[in-house]
C-alpha cells in the first residue's frame, strides 16, 4: 500500500463508496465527502459511465485519493489505471489481477470471506484485503477470528457497515478501514441534498477518532 494511501487511512479510517452514473453528481458527491473529512474515495463500476464518473472527480478536484471498485476483469483493471485509478478494489480474489497491480505498484483489494482466500491472498504477496460482505462473512467475531491466525493481515470490511456498527470493526487492531455506501444514500444524491453526506462523513470520522 502507498504511504500516502496508508497515511490518509490512519487519519481517517473510512472509505466512502460513490455509484454514480452521472459525472457531475459523482464530482459533487466526492466533494461533499472530502467537505466531511473523507478523502479516501471509491468509485464502483457498477453502472455504464461509472467509469467516466472516476476520470471527472480525478480532474475536477484536488486532494483526493481516488480508486476504482467492482473491478472484475484484469482488462477493467488495466483500463481504470490508464484513467488514473490511485487503487483497486474487488469484490473476490483473482490473481491475475493481483498479480497485475503487485507488478505496477497499485495497491489492491481483493473480497475475501473465508480462510482459504485470505491465505490465498497472503501467498500472492498480499497484506491488505476487502472482508466483503462483512456482515453476511461473519462480521466482528469472524475477523477476530482470521486476526488470530492472519497476524500480518489488515482488512477493509465493508457490506453492512454503517454508523452504527462502524466503532465495533474499528476497534479491532487488524482492520485499517471500513468501506461503505451509507455515506452516499441515492436519495440525498438524487435530491441534490449534498449537505447530508457532508454531515455523514463528520459523523463517520467522529466515530473513528473515538474508536481509535
Keep these: 500500500m502507498s504511504t500516502q494511501l496508508s497515511q490518509r487511512l490512519s487519519a481517517a479510517p473510512v472509505v466512502p463508496l460513490i455509484g454514480e452514473n452521472d459525472a457531475s453528481r459523482a464530482v459533487k458527491t466526492a466533494r461533499a465527502l472530502a467537505d466531511g473529512g473523507l478523502s479516501v474515495i471509491e468509485v464502483v463500476l457498477r453502472s455504464s459511465d ?59 483489494f481483493p473480497g475475501t470471506m473465508t480462510a482459504g482466500e485470505v491465505q490465498r491472498a ?53 482492520v485499517l478501514a471500513c468501506g461503505g455506501s451509507w455515506l452516499t444514500p441515492k436519495d440525498a444524491v438524487a435530491a441534490g441534498d449534498y449537505s447530508q453526506i457532508t454531515n455523514l462523513a463528520k459523523e463517520a470520522v467522529a466515530i473513528a477518532q473515538s474508536s481509535r
Excluded at 53 to 79: D, F, H, P, Y
Aim: charged content about 15%; overall charge negative.
Design 50 to 108: 461509472a467509469q467516466k464518473g472516476m476520470e471527472a472527480i480525478l480532474a475536477e478536484t484536488e486532494g483526493l485519493i481516488v480508486g476504482a471498485g467492482t473491478v472484475l476483469t484484469l482488462g477493467q483493471a488495466k483500463s481504470v489505471v490508464t484513467s488514473g485509478a490511485q487503487f483497486i478494489v474487488s469484490p473476490g480474489l483473482v490473481d491475475d489481477i493481483a498479480l497485475y497491480c503487485i507488478d505496477e505498484g497499485i495497491p489492491f
Design 122 to 174: 497472503y501467498a500472492l504477496g498480499l497484506r491488505e484485503v476487502k472482508f466483503f460482505p462483512a456482515s453476511l462473512a461473519g462480521g466482528v467475531p469472524m475477523l477476530k477470528a482470521f486476526s488470530s491466525v492472519f497476524r500480518e493481515m489488515r482488512f477493509m470490511p465493508t457490506g453492512g457497515v454503517s454508523a452504527g456498527n462502524l466503532s465495533e470493526f474499528l476497534a479491532l487492531p487488524s
